[in-house]
């Protein structure tokens, strides 16, 4: 049985599909039904479209497209109105989603690196330490890149937006000249060769045209922003025997369990 949560974020994220199509009910029956009877009736009967004439047809006519023996055209226009409803509120919904896209993406855009960090984490922001060097063990930690790949998995499969490297949780500036020292080539180059190549190893190829890394110098250090888009399929991360389905939600990136997948997924398609 579906959960409330469930069919509440079905509802929210299909209003256009239940309200579109209700409107073109209505409409095709109470509307577009009588005058299009209206219509042919004047045209197989030589009457002037007058005052009187008027009256008559608003008298009989509409009325009459709403008798029994008129049920089969009404139903054929409340069908046509379901069709054109449904026509209406798919068109509508994309519009909404892409609206929702873009809007995520101006609200990024419209502010400064600072004013971004001052903002603190959020659905569409993330900051991270470092790559993989440990600061509280004081050396480098090879395990702190699947952190880094789960935020990215989760962004993904989210709604997008921004990894922050060189940044700590509380948004104050590390750099990332100590994660520079535990690569081979000791650089930003050599930086963004490393992450390219863990999103590539560990989710395709094709998936790299889903991120974008640029640097930006804040307060004398180098940091780095990894621009994520929303992937149009699933992104799992394979840990050890596990294949795990990473979620963005508000500033908390969470593996999701093989149900709540199943129904994230579900919603997303019907969304």
Known sequence: MMKPATFKYI???????????VFGIILGFFLLHPIAMSIFWFEGNDYLLNLENFKYLFNFLVFESFSPEMSQMSAAFAIIGLLGGLGSGFYSRTLKRREHRLFGNRQLLNKSIPSLIASGQNDYVEFKSSLRY?????????????????EIAGFLNGKGGILIIGVDDEGKTLGLENDYWTLKRKNKDGFQQRVIT???????????????ITFQNLESREICL?????????IYLQEGNRTIFYLRTGNITNPLTTKETVQYLQTRQLA
């Open 11 to 21: 509802l929210n994220n299909n209003k256009d599909l239940i309200l579109h199509p």
């Open 134 to 150: 440990d600061y509280r063990q004081i050396k480098t930690d090879k395990n702190l890149e699947t952190v880094i790949l789960k």
């Open 198 to 212: 863990l999103i590539s190893n560990a989710f395709g190829k094709d998936i790299c045209s889903n991120v974008h």
């Open 226 to 234: 990894i621009h994520i888009n929303s992937a149009h399929n699933p």
